[in-house]
């Protein structure tokens, strides 16, 4: 008997199938495609050996006499339905998408996987144990139903999360409000949860199943430009067409803003003591937000105060006297520079501005101009741009209490950028040999001063970013860098 199992075809095959799986497990550990064309080919010979043994592999399997051998039939039938689950599973993770969508696609693809293999079980259980099928459903059914009850929360996040990965409400790398209660950006999606990173840098996790009963608002769809709404108080003395001016240049005086869809300025509420106005602006990414806000309100600040419009006073406290001070003196004290003057020297600088009005594209100051003078924004906003070859490039937007002109006056150099009005400009203008003298008495004022060109400065010429010698260069980055000198180094010494 012994002699009759050595020469029997399938004991042969179940011997050298074993030595082929090691093997291939060895030989390519590190080659998966290498192991996967095994795997087929080995399929392939398996079946092949099942077929001319006369073993059928869906239909029950025979008993010959000899237990051994029985053994052998049966493992070796058990692994070409394993072997063939595994082949299924193979061709339905390489070929099966969803309008390439790799989450769903990924969610698909094991939902098939696990149907695939339950259905290999069952053949196992019934061509190769001659098992009843339906005796088995049947004790499964009941089984499913014990464990459906015990882990209906889990299957509930399961199924929620098969209804949010198909219906798509958000996607890994989106910002996400849920039930307004957690906002932050999305950085995982799994069977059972949603894992969010909020703004303060913490990891929230929140079961499908209640992401499915709750309100998601959806920041980055259907684009990531984010509108915000921020509610501005003045007192009511003021004229609300004159309010409404103000704010909106203030609105341009911010470069963080995107023209479309367009700022606006609505008045909400008016009473005899204040006036409430609403102002919508939108980022071009929500994550800029925050500091677009904060910008805007230093804005809006400088420019009611240059035109002496108070903020609303708190409730049960007196409204502010009238302004006395006239705008010159308001432009002057918003100007950093002289914060450190004294009132009188402050005054007398404002009384020695000239004023000057430019219409809205009027151009300040030129290219290559050598400015004779040191110039304040009394209100309005206008554009530094410099032109760097294809395009001007605005650098800065300029509004009441910024200045233009000291790099020039103080150094003699012909100016590199051009200052355009972007909204009618209020100009004042204070002789050179004023802020000379004023920079000799006040050492605290140069010394602002020079901060301020510095930060300019930088602002007109950055410096080159730094780039570690010890990294040796990409190849397709020194390529493209090549092919940048040899286009461009002709042109630049021309």
């Given at each position: 008997?012994?002699?009759?199992?050595i020469?029997?075809?399938?004991?042969?095959?179940?011997?050298?199938?074993?030595?082929?799986?090691?093997a291939s497990?060895?030989?390519?550990r590190?080659?998966?495609?290498?192991?996967?064309i095994?795997r087929?080919?080995f399929?392939?010979?398996?079946?092949?050996?099942?077929?001319y043994?006369?073993?059928?592999?869906?239909?029950?399997?025979?008993?010959?006499?000899v237990?051994?051998?029985?053994?052998?039939?049966?493992?070796?039938?058990?692994?070409?339905?394993?072997?063939?689950?595994?082949?299924?599973?193979?061709?339905v993770?390489?070929?099966v998408m969803?309008e390439?969508r790799?989450?769903?696609?990924?969610?698909?693809?094991?939902?098939?996987?696990?149907?695939v293999?339950?259905?290999?079980l069952?053949?196992?259980?019934?061509?190769?144990?001659?098992?009843?099928?339906?005796?088995?459903?049947?004790t499964?059914?009941v089984?499913?139903?014990?464990?459906?009850?015990?882990?209906q929360?889990t299957?509930?996040?399961v199924?929620s999360?098969?209804?949010?990965s198909?219906?798509r409400?958000?996607?890994p790398?989106?910002?996400v409000?849920?039930?307004g209660?957690t906002?932050?950006?999305?950085?995982?999606?799994?069977?059972?949860?949603?894992?969010?990173?909020?703004?303060r840098?913490d990891?929230?996790v929140?079961?499908?199943?209640?992401?499915?009963?709750?309100?998601?608002?959806?920041?980055?769809?259907?684009?990531?430009?984010?509108?915000?709404?921020?509610t501005v108080?003045i007192?009511?003395r003021?004229p609300?067409a004159?309010?409404?001016?103000?704010?909106?240049?203030?609105l341009?005086?911010?470069s963080?803003?995107?023209?479309?869809?367009?700022?606006s300025?609505?008045?909400?509420?008016i009473?005899?003591?204040?006036?409430?106005?609403?102002?919508?602006?939108?980022v071009?990414?929500?994550?800029?937000?925050?500091?677009?806000q904060?910008?805007?309100?230093?804005?809006i600040?400088?420019?009611?105060?240059?035109?002496?419009?108070?903020l609303?006073?708190?409730?049960?406290?007196?409204?502010p006297?009238?302004?006395?001070?006239?705008r010159?003196?308001?432009?002057?004290?918003?100007?950093?520079?002289?914060?450190?003057?004294p009132?009188?020297?402050?005054?007398?600088?404002?009384?020695?501005l000239?004023?000057?009005?430019?219409?809205?594209?009027?151009e300040?100051?030129?290219?290559?101009?050598?400015?004779?003078?040191?110039?304040?924004i009394?209100?309005?906003?206008?554009s530094?741009?410099r032109?760097?070859?294809?395009?001007?490039?605005?650098?800065?937007r300029?509004?009441?209490?910024?200045?233009y002109?000291?790099?020039?006056?103080?150094?003699?150099a012909?100016?590199?950028?051009?200052?355009?009005?972007?909204?009618?400009v209020l100009?004042?203008?204070?002789?050179?040999e004023?802020?000379?003298?004023?920079?000799?008495a006040?050492?605290?004022?140069?010394?602002?001063l020079?901060?301020?060109?510095?930060?300019r400065?930088a602002?007109?010429?950055?410096?080159?970013t730094a780039?570690d010698e010890?990294?040796?260069?990409h190849?397709?980055?020194s390529?493209?860098?090549?092919w940048?000198?040899?286009?461009?180094a002709?042109?630049?010494?021309?």
């Amino acid at each position: 008997m012994i002699e009759a199992l050595i020469h029997d075809p399938l004991v042969i095959t179940l011997a050298l199938l074993v030595v082929g799986v090691v093997a291939s497990r060895v030989l390519f550990r590190r080659h998966p495609l290498g192991r996967a064309i095994v795997r087929v080919v080995f399929l392939l010979m398996l079946t092949l050996a099942l077929l001319y043994a006369g073993i059928v592999p869906y239909q029950p399997l025979q008993p010959t006499g000899v237990p051994v051998r029985d053994v052998v039939h049966a493992v070796l039938k058990i692994a070409w339905w394993l072997w063939a689950a595994w082949f299924l599973v193979g061709f339905v993770r390489a070929f099966v998408m969803v309008e390439y969508r790799p989450h769903e696609a990924r969610l698909v693809q094991d939902l098939l996987a696990g149907l695939v293999y339950l259905t290999a079980l069952f053949a196992i259980v019934a061509y190769v144990l001659n098992l009843p099928v339906q005796g088995l459903l049947a004790t499964s059914g009941v089984i499913a139903i014990i464990l459906g009850l015990a882990l209906q929360s889990t299957l509930g996040d399961v199924f929620s999360g098969i209804v949010l990965s198909f219906s798509r409400p958000y996607r890994p790398g989106d910002w996400v409000s849920i039930d307004g209660t957690t906002e932050g950006r999305v950085i995982e999606i799994n069977w059972r949860a949603t894992h969010i990173l909020t703004g303060r840098r913490d990891l929230a996790v929140l079961p499908n199943s209640t992401i499915a009963k709750s309100k998601i608002v959806n920041v980055s769809s259907p684009s990531r430009i984010r509108g915000t709404t921020i509610t501005v108080a003045i007192d009511g003395r003021s004229p609300p067409a004159v309010a409404v001016d103000v704010l909106e240049q203030a609105l341009v005086n911010c470069s963080a803003i995107i023209a479309t869809p367009a700022p606006s300025v609505a008045l909400t509420a008016i009473n005899g003591s204040a006036m409430e106005f609403g102002v919508t602006f939108f980022v071009a990414d929500h994550s800029t937000a925050g500091d677009t806000q904060n910008e805007l309100l230093g804005h809006i600040y400088r420019h009611l105060a240059a035109a002496g419009i108070d903020l609303a006073p708190a409730p049960n406290m007196a409204s502010p006297p009238e302004e006395q001070r006239t705008r010159p003196q308001r432009v002057v004290d918003l100007t950093g520079i002289f914060g450190s003057l004294p009132v009188v020297e402050r005054e007398a600088v404002a009384a020695s501005l000239k004023p000057h009005s430019y219409k809205e594209g009027d151009e300040l100051l030129a290219p290559g101009a050598v400015q004779r003078s040191f110039c304040f924004i009394g209100s309005g906003v206008a554009s530094g741009r410099r032109d760097n070859g294809e395009y001007e490039e605005e650098l800065q937007r300029l509004g009441p209490g910024d200045h233009y002109g000291d790099i020039a006056l103080l150094t003699g150099a012909a100016n590199i950028v051009r200052i355009t009005a972007l909204t009618p400009v209020l100009i004042y203008e204070l002789a050179g040999e004023k802020l000379r003298g004023i920079l000799e008495a006040y050492p605290e004022t140069s010394q602002a001063l020079d901060r301020c060109r510095a930060r300019r400065q930088a602002v007109i010429t950055p410096e080159p970013t730094a780039i570690d010698e010890a990294t040796p260069p990409h190849p397709l980055r020194s390529r493209f860098s090549g092919w940048l000198h040899r286009r461009y180094a002709p042109a630049a010494s021309e």
